[in-house]
């Protein structure tokens, strides 16, 4: 059997045990897209966004994780192997009634603009075959329009065999719901004087009804006094107000309120609810929080039409279409501020490094800056604001954030030079012709707002220009806010507290107001979508965590007793002591989605905890505790002083879609060394070894039959305590809905040693062979020697381990050991992150096991021959051979 007879067995639904396949029915192709040579082939040409085929999948299960699988066939002259982005896959789910659905977040998946949702595909030199794409499907949908569309493809591309296996239900909560009848919306914005908003969103219903819902609406002044109706655009209910009708005729429908404030109006209240005399809850839901933007005369494409417009001419123009004097401009400089800016963002950075010591003066009176972990660089005399002394991503983000003006200006006679630098990139930087295009990237420009708020205290001939800069930076960050395509992301956060430090750094600018609400509002649904009421986190990264709660601590400060400050506050303090207990003694933290990092991770964790010493952040000695299974990460630590500290760590969260393929990978230390390490690392910026460290290949995990993981969830099945060593289960379906995947760890209670099991199932396929390859990460400095099939020995200053496979279903397939292999982009392998964008190679032991339909085995880790005598006496008992027997785990 050929491997693509293979690849599309089974069709239909099969027999027990079966995977659901769903194959497309419509084909729709444009943009000079068409049918290939042979049915069922699908060429697109290289016609960035337009061409395109789009396939309608339906009869999908509501609530189940699904796998999206299909091939590529590449043009052997594409130029594009090696970006992240060749193609763009686009996402549109359709209500029963065929309805599109605007949903604001599809785990697996990614929101965008042109498509609802999307998953990027690599060039060919990076990409796996088959193509496959896990995510949740929506509770709201049944079907699935999906666009394979250009991207940055340079030659055509032929699609093949595109199916979608159809997984078991999700095993965790589905993501959040607006349901009216449970829990009505009300949003409160300030208004600025004569100027419209426009709100659009969408209303489902299991149902369609012509009155789904209805929202209500208040104008008050700037009293907070209500202004009577009626209001332009709205009926007057007696009883009830100003309302709009909001229909679901089809299932999805989409609304716009183009609100027209009357006069005197300071702020508008909308409150998102059912129909009082609704006869029963219908269930209705917005689907996702409404975009805000100003009118369309005051959006930034408007003002700024084509004309390329400094930051004088902008407010210029901005006064006239508000009907204002030019010399209105001049009211809009704030006073010279006493207490200074709030800065959550530098407080932040502060919080990560310490004081940030980034810019200094050097002897010959040259700015020296230091960024993004790289060499000290000299600013040269004249600079075009075109930079990029290190070929690097990194350095010209931080570059361009201007973030390094805020050491520069704290330097005697150094405030007025930062005042300058500020003017000269304003006048260099033109809004739609950039200097460097990276520098309208939203993580350079949220930190540059901040900045330049923050130059506003003080004195300076430059005041009036960099007021002018700010604000017009206050519009594009309202824009970017307002879209919540950023919401739930740490640079999401990142905007929309730079755009509430220039609300408040701007008092008297017309539009301060309204960015302060609206900075308020992203800020309470962001941070609440990221950190939950217990403190768990929607993102695996450790250090992605610690980002986010040093922006919740400064941004809670900020606001204090203005909300959500309050609400983030809580959900830092919930957060951080989970957090605080992965910190092992040598003050770092389980590398996973991380890898080394040029921070100290102990004292980090100390600033956010206002701790005076990392003693207080780790346990006792000698005590065992189990991280809480909310956090996604279970840990097991010990520490004696005649064996010295050990840890071990697993990471069980949910997957994303762009972030690392390590669910269910470990690390573990015993005698004071860590010898199984994680290799996946942040701050690499492009190219192969970027992608070598996102995918499975950088993280101790399991693959079957080559494959790599899909976006989906581990959640524990059993913890069980035995003679002298805890054993704990997960399940997964990270690796499709083809495959019933259990992961089993015997820890001994002394941490001596550890083994590790896979158990893998092919549903539906009891009589074909599986197979799967094991990953174990090892620091640079250790030597391994094979001693066997079946045996290794591991060495590191002084210290020995003893690794030995072990078989449960199958038969073990043999050890080798792999040391920085690069010679082909997309298999690269043994490299661990070194921190600061670099990595080193590093020593990878990899192991495999075989058998038919199902396997298991996996590897005992010891070091001393009592701890692996102990460890296969345990691997023995009864208790432990039922939990690795073939069957599917269940789904709780």
Not at 364 to 380: D, I, K, R, S, Y
Not at 398 to 411: C, E, F, K, N
Request: glycine letters at 12%; a negative charge.
């Amino acid at each position: 059997m050929s491997r693509r007879d293979e690849e599309r067995e089974p069709q239909g639904d099969g027999g027990p045990g079966a995977v659901p396949v769903r194959a497309p029915g419509a084909v729709r192709y444009a943009g000079g897209a068409g049918q290939g040579e042979h049915p069922g082939l699908h060429l697109i040409t290289p016609n960035h966004r337009f061409a395109r085929v789009v396939l309608d999948f339906e009869d999908l299960r509501p609530g189940a994780w699904c796998c999206l699988r299909f091939d590529l066939a590449f043009d052997e002259d594409e130029a594009a192997g090696l970006v992240a982005d060749a193609v763009a896959i686009g996402f549109d789910f359709l209500a029963g009634d065929g309805s599109s659905l605007d949903l604001d977040h599809v785990p697996g998946l990614v929101r965008s603009l042109l498509d609802p949702h999307v998953a990027w595909i690599p060039g060919p030199d990076l990409t796996d075959r088959p193509v496959r794409i896990g995510f949740r499907m929506p509770e709201q949908a049944r079907a699935l329009a999906l666009t394979v569309r250009s991207w940055r493809n340079t030659a055509p591309i032929i699609l093949s065999d595109p199916v979608i296996l159809v997984g078991r239900p999700d095993p965790g909560p589905p993501p959040r719901q607006w349901i009216l009848d449970e829990s009505p919306v009300t949003l409160r914005f300030a208004l600025p004087d004569a100027v419209g908003l426009v709100l659009r969103g969408q209303i489902y219903a299991p149902e369609p009804d012509e009155h789904a819902a209805r929202v209500k609406l208040v104008y008050r002044d700037h009293a907070g006094a209500q202004i009577a109706p009626p209001y332009p655009g709205t009926v007057s209910v007696p009883g009830l107000g100003a309302v709009v009708n909001l229909s679901a005729v089809p299932q999805a429908r989409r609304f716009t309120l183009a609100l027209r404030p009357p006069s005197g109006a300071a702020f508008v209240d909308l409150d998102f609810g059912p129909w009082e005399d609704a006869p029963r809850p219908n269930g209705a839901e917005l689907l996702a929080e409404p975009e805000i933007a100003l009118e369309n005369d005051f959006r930034l494409e408007s003002l700024c039409a084509d004309d390329v417009l400094d930051a004088p001419a902008f407010l210029a123009r901005l006064a006239e279409r508000l009907g204002l004097p030019g010399t209105a401009i001049a009211d809009w400089v704030p006073p010279v501020a006493s207490g200074g800016v709030i800065a959550p963002l530098a407080g932040a950075r502060a919080l990560r490094a310490g004081t940030d010591r980034g810019a200094r003066i050097d002897p010959t009176g040259g700015v020296a800056l230091e960024l993004a972990g790289l060499p000290v660089w000299t600013l040269p005399e004249g600079q075009n604001w075109r930079e990029d002394p290190f070929r690097s991503v990194a350095w010209r983000l931080a570059y361009q954030s201007l973030s390094w003006l805020l050491p520069l200006a704290a330097l005697p006679q150094g405030r007025e030079r930062a005042g300058a630098l500020a003017a000269s990139w304003s006048a260099a930087n033109p809004w739609g012709q950039p200097s460097d295009p990276l520098s309208l990237h939203p993580a350079a420009l949220a930190p540059r707002a901040e900045v330049l708020a923050n130059l506003l205290d003080g004195e300076g001939a430059e005041r009036a220009v960099i007021t002018a800069e700010a604000a017009r930076h206050g519009f594009a960050l309202a824009e970017i806010v307002g879209q919540n395509t950023l919401a739930r992301s740490l640079t999401g956060i990142q905007a929309s507290a730079a755009l509430l430090v220039l609300a408040r750094a701007l008092p008297s600018f017309p539009f301060a107001s309204f960015w302060e609400t609206l900075a308020r509002r992203s800020l309470e649904q962001g941070f609440g979508a990221m950190v939950g009421r217990d403190g768990a986190f929607a993102d695996p990264a450790l250090q992605t965590r610690l980002y986010l709660l040093s922006h919740g601590r400064t941004v809670a400060e900020a606001l204090g007793d203005d909300s959500p400050g309050p609400m983030i506050a809580a959900r830092v303090t919930a957060a951080l002591p989970g957090l605080a207990r992965l910190v092992d003694p040598g003050g770092r933290l389980p590398s996973f989605g991380d890898g080394a990092s040029p921070h100290d991770l102990g004292g980090w964790v100390t600033r956010l905890t206002r701790r005076p010493d990392v003693g207080a952040l780790v346990v006792a000695r000698g005590e065992v505790v189990p991280e809480p299974e909310a956090s996604g990460i279970s840990t097991l630590r010990y520490d004696a002083p005649e064996r010295g500290w050990a840890q071990f760590a697993c990471l069980h969260s949910g997957q994303s879609a762009l972030g690392h393929r390590d669910g269910t990978s470990f690390t573990f230390a015993t005698g004071g060394l860590r010898w199984i390490v994680d290799g996946g690392g942040e701050g690499t910026e492009t190219g192969a070894m970027r992608h070598y460290l996102l995918s499975s290949r950088a993280h101790n995990v399991a693959r079957p039959d080559g494959r790599e993981p899909v976006a989906g969830r581990a959640w524990f099945t059993a913890r069980v305590d035995l003679d002298g060593a805890q054993l704990l289960a997960f399940a997964s379906n990270l690796h499709g809905p083809e495959y019933a995947h259990a992961r089993l760890f015997l820890v001994l209670d002394d941490l001596a040693g550890l083994a590790v099991l896979d158990r893998f199932v092919r549903r539906g396929a009891a009589g074909r062979s599986i197979s799967f390859e094991g990953l174990l990460h090892l620091p640079p400095d250790t030597l391994v020697a094979l001693s066997g099939p079946h045996r290794a020995l591991v060495r590191q200053a002084g210290g020995r381990l003893d690794l030995r496979a072990w078989t449960v279903t199958g038969q073990g397939g043999g050890m080798d050991v792999v040391i920085g292999r690069s010679d082909r982009p997309g298999r690269m392998q043994g490299f661990v992150a070194a921190g600061s964008g670099g990595w080193k190679a590093a020593p990878v032991l990899r192991y495999a096991f075989t058998g038919r339909g199902s396997v298991c085995g996996g590897m005992i880790v010891a070091a001393d021959a009592e701890a692996e005598r102990r460890l296969v006496h345990l691997l023995g008992t009864e208790r432990v051979r039922h939990l690795s027997e073939p069957i599917e785990p269940t789904v709780p």
